[in-house]
Nanobody, 124 residues
């Protein structure tokens, strides 16, 4: 079993940066792909970014491409989401997700583990 705990959210202004962290416990972390999803009020949880177990493959939603960077440190059992040039439309609860499979995917239902989420609010 893997437990995921997100941190790093907060209230920032448009144009600012934030780095989210997701600390994982459990011996299977380093062998599985990881991802970030987000959910704004009244909307479905949507894909943001994903990374393969090795870190060699990454995927991004079009809306964040060029602004967000996903990375992982398997020695620290942690995955990160660096968010630059934040916009008000990035406001959402951000969730970390993990799967036992090594291949990253953008499909929410293919992830086996989920964190509780961290709130990111971007003011204009």
């Amino acid at each position: 079993q893997v437990q995921l705990v997100e941190s790093g959210g907060g209230l920032v202004q448009a144009g600012d940066s934030l780095r989210l962290s997701c600390a994982a416990s459990g011996r299977t972390f380093s062998s599985g792909a990881m991802a970030w999803f987000r959910q704004a009020p009244g909307k479905e949880r949507g894909f943001v970014a994903a990374i393969s177990w090795s870190g060699g493959s990454t995927y991004y939603a079009e809306s964040v491409k060029g602004r967000f960077t996903i990375s992982r440190d398997n020695a620290k059992n942690t995955v990160y989401l660096q968010m630059n040039s934040l916009k008000p439309e990035d406001t959402a609860v951000y969730y970390c997700a993990g799967r036992r499979n090594t291949i990253a995917t953008t499909t929410r239902t293919l992830y086996d583990y989920w964190g509780q989420g961290t709130q990111v609010t971007v003011s204009s």
